[in-house]
């Protein structure tokens, strides 16, 4: 699917290209050609005034200037009113031909026409002027060979240019297509494994509860105080499910309102760190790991205060499950000018480097076994991760394996932000 999108996408670029180039040879041709009109007009008008006025042509005012006509020469004829020749500076029977052609006109305002003189094209200009009290009519022609000429090369020369630019740039567009789809792709490949991997989460339980429930069917003649065991892991398995449904939940709205800029109420940081851990110290001595914190009072934050807290069991029940019986679980917060601080320190499993960039990776676990056994669904970091983005902040991790990890959460004071439930 995305290989034929990606050929869709540079075919249009190609086009558009191509359209792009040929206006733009289009356009630099005629501004040439009327560049080279313009100036080659003014040009034989000046020659025409100095013919009239037995002088030297000027230089021209034409948008190129005259210096390319003054290269290439002029011809002309004097007509008088008996339609003769009355002085010439030319010698081709052809072009006298031509001239008196156009003298039958009888135009009495100056022109400028284009006239074949044998092989080749010409440029004439045409005017009558006074001379001994007598009409007279004087023709300037010049050659358009050359004029010609330049605008073949210039055609020819940008031609070529926009050949070796598309040749160029045809895959380069389909490199930059490729580069375009990527996080495309990403992003819907990360769908399709979500989906597979919530479905997987959802099948074990379905398949637990479907499984106790034939065992009660076969024994339905029995009393009910006799299956408890099995209604009990049904019972387990519609809470597992529960659990991975709202934290399903939790991480959609979680990306859904993770751009959203909300006014947030003013809240006790260091309040909400304390009732956190708080209600996590029953945890931690069924664990047998200290937890233990280093908070800074009366931080005070502009944001939503049950997110926070959310954020903060994620980030303190992961600690926990991974810290063996005996180790330590640290919370730490401090405040700075532009940002406040939150750190969950542990002497833990500790985190392998080629992990620490998936751990959070919907349903990624680096001890799934562990996991599954302590009610795990792979979904906590994934959710903390959203609402920090969410918040503007980031998330910073140094774990060594065997020694611990410690998770550093930034918070922007300045931008108020925060996630609503709605």
């Not at 007598?134 to 055609?155: A, D, H, P, R, W």
């Not at 809240?267 to 914190?293: G, Y």
């Not at 069991?313 to 401090?334: C, E, H, M, W």
Request: charged share 25%.
């Amino acid at each position: 699917m995305f290989k034929e999108i990606r050929k869709k996408i540079s075919l249009w670029n190609a086009l558009t290209l191509i359209a792009f180039l040929i206006l733009f040879i289009i356009t630099i041709l005629a501004v040439v050609q009327w560049s080279l009109k313009s100036s080659g007009e003014a040009y034989l008008e000046n020659v025409a005034q100095a013919v009239i006025h037995d002088t030297k042509p000027t230089e021209g005012t034409g948008f190129m200037g005259t210096s390319v006509h003054d290269q290439l020469g002029y011809e002309y004829l004097v007509w008088n009113e008996n339609r003769s020749i009355s002085s010439q500076q030319t010698d081709q029977q052809a072009m006298i031909k031509s001239g008196y052609a156009l003298l039958e006109k009888d135009a009495k305002d100056p022109f400028f026409s284009k006239v074949k003189v044998g092989e080749s094209e010409y440029r004439v200009y045409e005017t009558q002027f006074e001379r001994g009290g007598k009409t007279m009519t004087l023709q300037v022609f010049q050659n358009l060979g050359s004029e010609n000429g330049i605008m073949l090369y210039i055609t020819v020369y940008l031609l070529s240019i926009g050949a070796v630019g598309l040749l160029i740039l045809i895959p380069l567009s389909y490199i930059l297509a490729g580069r375009s789809l990527k996080p495309i792709k990403e992003n819907f490949d990360l769908q399709k494994t979500f989906i597979a991997d919530a479905s997987h989460e959802l099948r074990t339980p379905i398949t637990v509860i479907r499984t106790n429930v034939e065992v009660l069917e076969m024994k339905e003649d029995e009393p009910i105080s006799e299956n408890m065991k099995w209604l009990q892991a049904i019972d387990e398995e519609c809470d597992t499910m529960a659990n991975l449904i709202s934290e399903l939940l939790t991480n959609a709205q979680s990306e859904v309102n993770q751009n959203k800029d909300e006014k947030g109420m003013r809240f006790s940081l260091s309040q909400a760190c304390a009732e956190s851990v708080k209600k996590l110290k029953p945890v931690a001595r069924e664990l047998d790991v200290k937890l233990t914190t280093s908070l800074v009072s009366d931080v005070m934050f502009n944001g939503n205060e049950d997110k926070i807290k959310q954020l903060i069991r994620i980030f303190l029940d992961n600690a926990l499950k991974y810290t063996p019986a005996g180790g330590q679980v640290s919370l730490g917060l401090s405040e700075a000018k532009r940002n406040v601080t939150i750190s969950i320190q542990d002497n833990g499993l500790g985190i392998p480097k080629d992990e620490q960039k998936k751990i959070f990776s919907r349903f990624y676990r680096i001890d799934d076994a562990r996991s599954r056994a302590s009610g795990g669904s792979g979904l906590g970091l994934s959710i903390a991760d959203s609402i920090v983005r969410g918040m503007g902040g980031k998330i910073r991790l140094d774990s060594e394996p065997g020694v611990g990890s410690t998770f550093t959460i930034i918070l922007p004071k300045k931008k108020i932000q925060s996630f609503s439930d709605d």
